[in-house]
């Protein structure tokens, strides 16, 4: 049964959620009740038609938009064999950040020609992997220290590597200050204003190891607003004319990173991707347009704003504390361990009964985790129905950067995936066992 259109979380729930027959949350047609049955709690589910849906949308909105253009999903905010397979069958690139990600797209078979390495202090081992077998597709290279490096590992292959060169480019997204970094103060790339990028740019042109094929800029996440992109167009295509002016540079490729907005609360509502890939092209073709530039190709590199409506997690309920006149404690069976962001970044989410999601919203809590720390909590301030022990709550929106960042803290194992579709669920990855917690021991 559908949910209620004005239900109104309705946007931030995976687009296949729904009723079950006994008005139960089910997503992909399988009840929540009966995977939490099947797998157990916390457990992550995985809305494969969302993904590929908003995947789908990414390449139609941004393709219909520009000529050339391209999506590669940021691995970072969540990454596995099935998820890596199912990202190359939707035609997307990838965007990696380490040897691990690299191993692991690797490992998926991965089409290495799709691939973008970022990182701001790649290590020697990780570029000769880069290079090594199929060379990923481009590099995107962050400091003096990674052109220098990468220029001499290419050399040593007789190889030639096609990279970006990422920018600072001093423009504010006016988001987290965690996960800002196209602002001057960032560990983050080349800062045009101090004339860093300037030499790199003339570096990257004399050496023979590789092929400066553009730039880069990724200005933070989330980012709710169109204008720091467009201002980004605007300040990479007037430093892009500088460098053809002053060094003969070609602007072949451009890529604005990533960044989208994902709704994670009911009174959150992004731009959607068809008004980013418009805003976004109107603005490139205007700013080069009036520097006499051509038109590069555009690489975009969404991460949560693809995976993370397309997971909840689900939870059960355990013990309960109420401090009279103060707040009321419900805490949940899994926490900052799977879900760091709240204690992070003071990031909020929806919280809503599993087994009753249309129930009315009784009181005010705070939805703690399990772990042992004050901060350990995942909900402030959720309006809930009275829940008692026993009961599922899901917290949508969960796809991103929960599990990426998940830790195994007080020896939690970490929660297993599971994919829906159509009625049907099969396991993308298992619970963590106490026997993987002690493998790396030496005893
Ligand atoms: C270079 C780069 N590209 C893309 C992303 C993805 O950001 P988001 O998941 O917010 O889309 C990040 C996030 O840190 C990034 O650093």
Not at 411 to 417: E, I, L, Q, S, T
């Amino acid at each position: 049964m559908d949910l209620p259109d004005d239900l109104p979380v309705r946007h931030v729930l995976p687009r296949t959620a729904s009723l079950s027959p006994a008005g139960r949350l089910a997503v992909g047609g399988c009840e929540l009740r009966a995977l939490a049955a099947a797998h157990g709690t916390p457990l992550y589910v995985f809305d494969e038609d969302d993904f590929r849906g908003t995947a789908r949308e990414f390449r139609r909105e941004f393709g219909a938009r520009w000529p050339d253009a391209s999506v590669l999903y940021a691995a970072k905010a969540w990454l596995s064999l099935p998820l890596a397979a199912i990202v190359a069958e939707e035609g997307l690139g990838m965007d990696v950040v380490s040897g691990g990600e690299l191993a692991v797209a690797r490992a998926a078979a991965f089409p290495a020609d799709r691939l973008a390495f970022h990182g701001n202090n790649k290590s020697a081992a990780e570029l000769a992997a880069a290079l090594d077998g199929e060379p990923v597709g481009r590099v995107v290279v962050d400091n003096f220290h990674e052109l220098a490096l990468l220029d001499r590992l290419a050399r040593e292959r007789g190889a030639r590597q096609p990279v970006l060169l990422r920018l600072s480019p001093s423009v504010d997204p006016h988001t987290h200050a965690k996960t800002t970094t196209g602002v001057l103060d960032s560990k983050f790339g080349f800062a045009i204003a101090t004339g860093d990028a300037e030499r790199a740019v003339a570096m990257a042109l004399a050496a023979d190891g590789l092929d400066a094929r553009g730039l880069h800029v990724h200005l933070g996440s989330p980012i709710f607003e169109l204008e720091p992109y467009e201002t980004a167009c605007e300040v990479v295509c007037a430093f892009a004319a500088e460098m053809r002016d002053r060094h003969g540079f070609a602007f072949r490729e451009f890529s604005p990173g990533g960044g989208f907005a994902l709704a994670y609360t009911r009174d959150q509502h992004p731009p959607a991707i068809a008004d980013y890939a418009e805003r976004l092209a109107r603005a490139l073709d205007a700013a080069l347009d009036a520097h006499g530039l051509e038109r590069p190709s555009l690489h975009v590199e969404p991460g949560r704003s693809l995976v993370g409506r397309a997971m909840v997690a689900v939870y059960e309920v355990g013990a309960r504390k109420e401090i009279p006149g103060v707040r009321t404690y419900v805490s949940l069976d899994g926490g900052m361990a799977d879900n760091i962001r709240p204690a992070m970044y003071g990031s909020a989410y929806e919280a809503l009964s599993a087994d009753r999601p249309l129930a009315t919203a009784e009181e005010t809590v705070t939805l703690a985790g399990k772990y042992c720390e004050s901060g350990d909590i995942l909900v402030r301030d959720a309006a809930v129905p009275r829940l008692e022990a026993g009961e599922l709550v899901a917290i949508p929106a969960s796809g991103a950067y929960n599990l990426a960042m998940a830790s195994v803290y007080n020896m939690a194992p970490r929660p297993p995936v599971v994919a829906v579709r159509d009625g049907e669920s099969r396991l993308l990855q298992r619970r963590e066992t106490v026997a993987d917690l002690i493998a790396r021991d030496v005893v």
